[in-house]
Structures are given as structure tokens and as C-alpha cells.
């Protein structure tokens, strides 16, 4: 009755919100500049994002269940846009982060609710082919995003990077309200607010506390009393999901070895394939004099792969186990990390390269495959739940994958400068040391920290390939209909999931 209309809607804030993943990347140290940023501040620029839209998905997808999954989608674009505006706006970094998080937010309602519309509008083959453009769209933003982060920040600058998002979501807006029918889940649903509260303070202590160990040491009263704290909300979680009728993430479903591989993998995946990029941007840049533009072009051995492969992968392993496709396109990932750390202080861009290629051809396998194992995994009736809670984990990496390897940059880096030096180094403050600090040094302790945050990177990218090839257990990929949440029964599984 619509013809393609409601994909088109759907892929355009889809394509903008996963957009904002990667377009940042490449404009943190122009940020650094503008805004007299330090390192932690940049990574919470990054975690921001992530963190709020991983705390609110699953919460904000039963919301839209009750109130109405294009109501909640729009809500969500208006949100992005105002918060996207904000982020331009800002003139300091504690204000940009704030504005960061409540994108996370937006973000997190238009993520939740994009598979169910589809699935409520489309069925059988155009289903599959929905759902195959969905995923092209999905891929080509990631790949798109350093470039035109690039772009925007050598031309009229980094706040364009958010300015961007404006006529985009005006489209959108007007596109869904016009072509996307209206659809909610059964009655009966509740939210469940406690089980989100208590998730995101257990995500967001975690990574606060990550971030502090890079600034005051792992064994430090302030980074303990964080981890503490975030083990207490987990707690808290646990008890919160075992006693509620319509619980964020039943818990009984971890008792199934091959779901919990699938999260262990999707929390590695992002985490290792993303999480040092925005520190190989900062070297770039800010030590080897690279423009946003070439920096962000230096990336597309690894977004281009991983679209390519995603492409041609999806029909030549048409079938393939999931174990094999996700927990190799992990151990490559984790080996693409140990080829890149062999930066020293002579090093330039081409020494990544060979490295960012195996990343995205390790990203092109194991993407596309990882939400159809979440559905195997589990009963039908909790599809959506499953779906939903692969998503959730791969945010997750991805902000503790910044964390943590910032952390661990920064430790490194403090074997050979003083504690503020290195920060500052890290933090894309190569110009204020360079009077006291000569080139070589500067150069050769940068390189030194990447290199140990890569091999870190590498090892937790071979040991989650190791654990999902012993963990994950089911069949082949489904067909192309019910890969994703919902589809072959994208509107029942999701709305059966939170009953």
C-alpha cells in the first residue's frame, strides 16, 4: 500500500543515528582545541553517546510497545535534533558530553523501534529485502561517517559534524509521519524502569570508573569506591529482574551457553574492532600532522572491507554456522590488532593499514551474523528480548572498549612522561609539550601507547573468538526473513518478548 516508502523513512534516521557512532572520531582533536578538553573529556565526548543509548534501548523498545512504536521513533528524532543542535552550540566540554547523552537517548528510541515498523509493514520477501537494505544502510553509515566527519571538520568546522543532523532530521520526521503507519505491542506491557535504572548505573560506574583508573590509577580510593558502587547497581539489577512480571533481560536466558557467547561476543566485537580508532585519529593528527579529511580516509581499509565483506558474505556463507562466522571474524578482528601494533616513532599511516583490513574483514563476518545467533539461541517467544539485548551489549563494548583502552594508553604512556604529560599527549596536546618535550620522545612514547593498547585489544579479540567457537552452538544462519529481531515474526517476537 506504501510501497517503500516507511524504509525509506526508517533508513534515514537509522543511517544518522549510527552515523553519530563514527563521525566524531575523526574531529576530537579540533574539539580538543576549541573547547580546551582533556582526554577523559574526549572520551566521555564518544561514551556519552554509546553508554545512554545501550542504558535506555530495551527500556525505550516497551515503551514503544504501549505508547506507539512511530510515536516513540519520532519523539526520538525530535530529541536527536535538539540535542544535536545543542552539541553545536556548546562552548565547553562538560556541556558538550551532557548534550552527547541525551543524542544517546534519541537515538536509543529510534533504534528500538526501527525493526518492529518495518516488520508491522512488510512481510514475506519484501520483509527479506527490507530487512537486507536496512542492513546496507546500517554498514554504509559506519563507513561513511570518519569521511564526512572529515569533510565537515576541515570545511566549516567540527560543530558541522552535528549541525548536519538538523535537515536530516526534519526529513525524517516528515517522511515517518506521512508514510509509517502506527503500531504498538499487545496489552499488558510495562516498562521496566527499575531494571533500566539500575542497568545504566552499572554500565555508566563501570566505564566512569575505567576512566578514572587512566587519570589516577587502578588501586586509587576514588576508582575502587567507582567500581563498588557500579557492583552494587548490578546487584541491584539481578534482584530487580528476578522479582519483576516484565523484566528488562530474563535473566533465565543466561543459563543458555550459546546466548551468553553471543553477548560476550557482541561486547568484545565493538569493543576491540572501535575502541582504539579514536586514539589511532589522535596520533594521526596531532603527531603525524595528518588533515581530519586523510585521517578519516586512513579508516576506509577497515569500513570498506567490512561492507564488502558483509555484501559478498552474506551469500557465499549463506547457511554457515554462526560459531564459525562470529568467533572467526573475532580472532580476526583480535589479529588485525596485533598486526597494527607496530607503530614506533618513524611509523606513518600505511604501517595500520595491512592491520584495518583484517579488522574489517573480521567486522564484515561477524556483523551481519551476530543478531540471527541471538534468536537461535534462544526460544522464539523471547526473539525480541534477544534481539534488543545483542545491540545493548555491542554499545556497551564499544564505550567500555574507549574506556578501557584509553586507560591503558595513558598507563603506558606514564612509564615515560609524567602523569600530566601523558594525559595531556593522549588527549591530542601534542603542541603545548612540544617546547619541552622533544619530537622523537613525543612520537615514540605515543606510538609505545597504542601499541600496548592494540596487543590488549588483540588478546580479548582472540579470547572471545575462542569462547564463542566453544559457547555458541546452533544452527546455521536463518534465512534472510527472521535474522533480526522480529523478522519472519519481527512485530510478534519483539512484542511477545516483553509480555
Not at 78 to 98: I, M, N, R, Y
Not at 224 to 252: K, M, Q, T
Not at 332 to 346: P, R, Y
Not at 479 to 487: C, I, K
Request: net charge positive.
Amino acid at each position: 500500500m506504501r510501497g517503500w516508502g516507511p524504509l525509506v523513512a526508517v533508513c534515514v534516521g537509522t543511517f544518522m543515528l549510527l552515523l553519530d557512532v563514527t563521525i566524531a572520531i575523526v574531529a576530537l582533536p579540533d574539539m580538543a582545541r576549541a573547547l580546551h578538553a582533556s582526554l577523559s573529556d574526549l572520551q566521555w565526548v564518544i561514551d556519552g553517546y554509546a553508554l545512554t543509548l545501550a542504558a535506555v534501548l530495551l527500556g525505550a523498545g516497551a515503551a514503544a510497545d504501549i505508547l506507539g512504536r512511530r510515536r516513540v521513533y519520532v519523539v526520538g528524532l525530535v530529541l536527536f535534533a535538539v540535542a544535536s543542535l545543542l552539541c553545536g552550540l556548546t562552548q565547553g566540554p562538560g556541556q558538550l558530553v551532557a548534550a552527547r547523552a541525551v543524542q544517546g537517548v534519541g537515538a536509543a528510541a529510534m533504534f528500538a523501534t526501527t525493526l518492529p515498523l518495518l516488520g508491522s509493514v512488510y512481510q514475506g520477501r519484501r520483509r527479506s529485502v527490507a530487512l537486507g537494505v536496512f542492513g546496507a544502510v546500517s554498514g554504509a553509515a559506519a563507513a561513511v561517517g570518519p569521511v564526512l566527519g572529515g569533510l565537515l571538520t576541515a570545511g566549516p568546522g567540527w560543530r558541522w559534524i552535528f549541525f548536519v543532523n538538523l535537515p536530516v532530521s526534519v526529513l525524517g520526521v516528515w517522511l515517518t509521519l506521512r508514510l509509517v503507519p502506527e503500531s504498538k505491542g499487545p496489552r499488558g506491557v510495562r516498562v521496566d524502569w527499575a531494571g533500566t535504572a539500575t542497568f545504566a548505573a552499572c554500565a555508566g560506574g563501570t566505564t566512569y570508573a575505567v576512566v578514572r583508573a587512566g587519570e589516577d590509577g587502578w588501586t586509587s580510593g576514588a576508582t575502587l569506591g567507582w567500581f563498588a558502587g557500579a557492583a552494587l547497581a548490578l546487584v541491584c539489577f539481578v534482584l530487580v529482574e528476578r522479582r519483576v512480571a516484565h523484566p528488562l533481560l530474563d535473566l533465565s536466558l543466561l543459563r543458555r551457553p550459546a546466548f551468553v557467547g553471543v553477548l560476550l561476543g557482541g561486547l568484545a566485537f565493538n569493543g576491540v574492532a572501535f575502541g582504539v580508532i579514536p586514539y589511532l585519529s589522535i596520533w594521526m593528527q596531532t603527531l603525524l600532522g595528518m588533515t581530519p579529511v586523510r585521517g578519516g580516509l586512513t579508516l576506509l581499509p577497515l569500513t570498506g572491507a567490512s561492507v564488502v565483506v558483509a555484501i559478498l558474505g552474506g551469500r557465499l556463507l549463506h547457511g554457515a554456522p554462526a560459531r564459525l562466522t562470529i568467533g572467526g571474524g573475532l580472532l580476526l578482528i583480535g589479529t588485525g590488532s596485533f598486526c597494527q601494533a607496530v607503530l614506533g616513532a618513524g611509523s606513518d599511516w600505511r604501517a595500520l593499514a595491512p592491520g584495518l583490513v583484517l579488522v574489517g574483514v573480521g567486522t564484515g563476518l561477524v556483523s551481519p551474523a551476530i543478531a540471527g545467533a541471538a534468536l537461535a539461541a534462544v526460544p522464539q517467544e523471547r526473539a525480541g528480548m534477544a534481539g534488543g539485548a545483542v545491540n545493548t551489549f555491542r554499545q556497551l563494548g564499544y564505550a567500555f572498549g574507549v574506556a578501557v583502552f584509553g586507560t591503558v594508553l595513558t598507563s603506558r604512556m606514564r612509564d615515560d612522561l609524567p602523569g600530566a604529560a601523558a594525559h595531556a599527549l593522549a588527549g591530542g596536546g601534542a603542541d603545548a609539550l612540544r617546547g619541552s618535550v622533544p619530537e622523537h620522545t613525543l612520537r615514540s612514547v605515543f606510538a609505545a601507547g597504542l601499541d600496548t593498547a592494540l596487543v590488549t585489544a588483540g588478546c580479548v579479540g582472540v579470547v572471545a573468538g575462542v569462547l564463542v567457537l566453544a559457547l555458541v552452538r546452533t544452527p546455521g544462519a536463518r534465512p534472510a526473513g527472521v535474522t533480526e529481531p522480529g523478522a519472519g515474526t519481527l512485530e510478534e517476537g519483539v512484542a511477545t518478548s516483553r509480555r
